[in-house]
């Protein structure tokens, strides 16, 4: 995985680690794989701080990765930001890349485009700005307008940056196989999945299901995610304390696909989610989803094949999730109708409009 191979392209991908279960690691693994199907380029992924744990999405394809061994540079050690810039820059000296794509956020996503001003590079943004943008940022439109180009994942994005290079290129995912999954015989299970915080508002989805769990005995629901420990014990307390029945929380699991394709429902309660990519894993999985329309990702993902509930609002979701368990004909529809959309963003089709920044 580690070893070099010959292309007639170099791509230096720029990320805090690969480590993580999350969208910016698992999207990193589908372009490393996509980059290197469609084009046969090379890819060096360099980390701020993987050390030595494993990779988390291991790509199908090689590549090669680059450890900066920087603890700190997020938290606005002066040391470690120069540290970063003088590795980084010695990095593209040596690597010569013809794109250099980062993802890092704060003041380290600052420095980069003064780096080697010859290489083309650019900042993929994988948040929605309706929370990450706020009043400071006027500090920073300047250098990121430095950038050949800023990357949103969809157009309602755009509202939030008050910069002239902004480019709108999706997250993609790669296809499993070509044989379609059934959807017959699935588990009566109900699935979400993400870090624990706060913005995925897993408190709504407990109300939500505490509304519901006593008239359908037969059902429950499963999140698969790690991170926030206090947050984690305050969810499990109301959990019990109102004994809401059959609601558990599991860790992150690389066998997540397996778990898509076993349940019945996906349900997703986010404050924003700029473009969630378990929404395009669950068309890939024919699993039939309920959502926020949040800001800004899930009204340009779900289409005909999953329910749009308005931002928040508890009282309508389990009225709809009530529908789609009592109604088994039309989260079968559904589920067909989410396998075939699943094309819309594959990887063969949004890797072009990558293809073309270089």
């Given at each position: ?31 490393i794989?996509?980059?290197s ?11 701020l701080n ?43 000296k ?16 600052l ?70 999954p ?9 699935i ?37 420990e ?77 329910i ?40 063969n089709n ?9």
């Amino acid at each position: 995985m580690m070893n070099a191979y010959k292309s007639g392209r170099k791509i230096l991908y720029v990320v805090n680690h690969f480590k993580y279960h999350g969208g910016i690691e698992r999207m990193l693994s589908n372009k490393i794989d996509a980059w290197s199907e469609f084009y046969q380029d090379e890819v060096i992924v360099v980390t701020l701080n993987q050390g030595n744990s494993e990779i988390v999405y291991p790509p199908k394809f090689p590549f090669r990765l680059i450890d900066l061994k920087i603890e700190n540079a997020n938290a606005q050690s002066l040391n470690d930001l120069k540290q970063l810039y003088s590795k980084l820059k010695t990095i593209v000296k040596n690597e010569k890349p013809d794109i250099l794509i980062s993802t890092l956020t704060g003041i380290p996503s600052l420095l980069i485009p003064f780096i080697n001003k010859k290489v083309k590079k650019y900042l993929e943004i994988h948040s929605s700005g309706a929370l990450s943008v706020t009043k400071s940022w006027k500090y920073k439109w300047w250098f990121l307008n430095k950038y050949d180009g800023v990357v949103l994942l969809n157009e309602d994005e755009k509202q939030y940056y008050q910069l002239d290079n902004l480019i709108v290129i999706p997250n993609f995912i790669s296809h499993k196989s070509d044989s379609s999954p059934h959807y017959q015989n699935r588990s009566k299970t109900i699935i979400s999945a993400g870090r624990i915080h706060q913005d995925k508002q897993y408190d709504h989805l407990i109300k939500i299901w505490e509304k519901l769990f006593d008239k359908f005995p037969e059902w429950s629901v499963e999140i698969y995610g790690d991170g926030d420990e206090d947050l984690l014990k305050q969810y499990t307390k109301y959990i019990s304390t109102n004994k809401i029945e059959r609601f558990t929380f599991n860790s992150a699991t690389r066998q997540l696909d397996e778990v898509l394709s076993n349940a019945s429902l996906f349900c997703l309660t986010s404050q924003t989610e700029s473009f969630s990519m378990i929404l395009l894993e669950c068309k890939e999985n024919a699993l039939p989803t309920i959502s926020y329309d949040c800001p800004n990702g899930p009204r340009h993902i779900i289409k005909n094949d999953g329910i749009l509930i308005e931002h928040n609002n508890i009282e309508s979701f389990s009225e709809k999730l009530c529908k789609l368990i009592s109604d088994d004909e039309l989260r079968k529809e559904l589920a067909e109708n989410a396998y075939q959309n699943k094309n819309v963003f594959s990887s063969n089709n949004i890797i072009k409009r990558w293809n073309k920044l270089i």
